[in-house]
């Protein structure tokens, strides 16, 4: 059986610990799917373009991994993709009050779905998007929390 798992989120941008998810997604999985979502009334600080290409670059040597972007329910797109697993990552008690709603509407959605949750590794656990951000908009260096540099990703924002 080919057990395919989508791992969804914003990835705006996407981290080291995006990547760590997807590294041991793979020891359960025969492929995972990144899928960005793409909702049209949220405006991103990192391109949507820009942030796919750079997840590619990230996983080039893993074949079993895929990057999509999606504007639809999280839930219709793993349908579509035949994907019967949703992959999320969780850090705190935060993640799970929320994940928990989400994992239950998914599965109103979509009954074949199952969420699996993998707990950060710990050294990654204070890595958070959102931070990343608030670092980049104020100048400070934010290298160390991403899998590619970020000289590659000025680079491909502006051959977009
Ligand atoms: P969303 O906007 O859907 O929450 P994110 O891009 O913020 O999307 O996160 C996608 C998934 O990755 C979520 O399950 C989130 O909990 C998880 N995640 C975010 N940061 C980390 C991290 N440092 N370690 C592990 N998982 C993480």
Known sequence: MNRVALFPGSF???TRGHEDIVLRGLRLFDQVVIGIGNNATKKRYFPLDVMKEMIE???VDYPNVKVITYDDLT???ARELDARFLLRGLRNTTDFEYENGIS?????LYEEIETVFLITSPSLAPISSSII????RYGQAVDNFLPYSL???KKA???I
């Open 151 to 153: 000289s590659e990703l």
């Open 75 to 77: 839930a219709h797109t």
């Open 157 to 159: 924002e502006q051959d």
């Open 12 to 14: 705006d941008p996407f």
């Open 57 to 59: 670059k990230t996983f």
């Open 133 to 136: 951000r608030d670092l980049h």
């Open 104 to 108: 239950q509407v998914n599965r109103y």
